[in-house]
């Protein structure tokens, strides 16, 4: 491991215990993708077995849940239109978009950031203070510690990464998404996703796994596996700001970011 990259790791809180130990741990086919989990405890760690060697790791369907917000009607002329776009006009589009109550109340839209053809797109919540203030993503202390994340993997904010949120505007007092707000930005992100066309999706944060995969199970019940969204494979962790607040769980987001690289060269 390079000195630069166990910088990052100790400033993530992870310290020697997660240090890489070379290539051929690395390249061991330690994709989490069968089975079911040994033990249904929230805080429990998911135990799957892994593929065979030379077996790319299964995509498991999505699961049901009560949330439905993210269901797109494709009978919805203005979600038709919205998938018509291109970029420019996209950008525009949620620029005015008064579609919900929250246009009105944010100082401005927090589009996305990044490289528009990448492989990875990273999936958060809703824009923050800062973010609301700098109309950018992911930026403050949650953000430092997401680019030390990535830095840590090989990765780097707008090479080959895009970052962005399911909402586009921020709720006020950075209240809790409501469905009804969801599913009206819904159409924007899944038009990046469809402009992007990337390889692997990165949800972080409890709102947006909800958004993305319809459910209501917790981060902790979905780790470890590969979901998809719109034929998309996708994986569950932790946000950022959360890790700030429960240091403990740094450990848990940096399995999950190692079984994400893992899991994008299978692809």
Known sequence: MSERRERYLEEMGLGPVWKLRGPKREQEPRILGQGKPVETRADAPVALKPPPLGRKPEILPPVPGLVGAAKLDLADERAARILRMDWPELKATVKGCQACGLRKTCTQTVF?????????????????AEEDARGEPFVGQAGRLLDNMLTAIGLKRGENVYICNVLKCRPPGNRNPEPFEVGQCTPHLLRQLELIKPKLILAMGRFAVQALLDTQASIASLRGRLHRYQGVPLIVTYHPAYLLRNLPDKAKAWEDLCFARRSIVAL
């Not at 990448?118 to 824009?127: F, K």
């Open 112 to 128: 996305g950031v990044g490289d528009e053809q990448a492989d990875w797109l990273l999936v958060g919540e809703a824009p923050g």
